[in-house]
């Protein structure tokens, strides 16, 4: 069974920093394509960021490069999104996702796996 798990989401003031974690289990991580996704009430479901299973440059979401950093531990099954500069806007559920192909892609319906989501939420 696939399961897909975040952690390190949390309130934080604005201009703070987090690293979310995701945990893979139940599938060979290292052929995995990795994203991160994230999604504020009432909004859709944006893309943040991906990392190919090996070798090769993240990509990430042109609003987000730069605060951003997606990295990956094909030791510890893990894919990890450090966030600095923090804002409000950035108020969401942060979703892991994995996908059966090199790069995981910029929209949803390209991965095949999900975590349950992780809330951050930045506010003074």
């Known amino acids: 069974q696939v399961q897909l798990v975040e952690s390190g989401g949390g309130l934080v003031q604005p201009g703070a920093s987090l690293r979310l974690s995701c945990a893979a289990s139940?599938?060979?991580?290292?052929?995995?394509?990795m994203g991160w996704f994230r999604q504020a009430p009432g909004k859709e479901r944006e893309f943040a960021a991906t990392i190919p299973w090996t070798g090769g440059d993240p990509y990430y979401s042109d609003s987000l490069k730069g605060r951003f950093t997606i990295s990956r531990d094909n030791a510890k099954d893990t894919v990890y999104l450090q966030m600095n500069s923090l804002k409000p806007e950035d108020t969401a559920v942060y979703y892991c996702a994995a996908a059966k192909t090199r790069y995981g892609g910029t929209i949803p319906r390209q991965y095949d796996y999900w975590g349950q989501g992780t809330q951050v939420t930045v506010s003074s």
């Open positions: 139940g599938l060979s991580f290292s052929r995995l394509g």
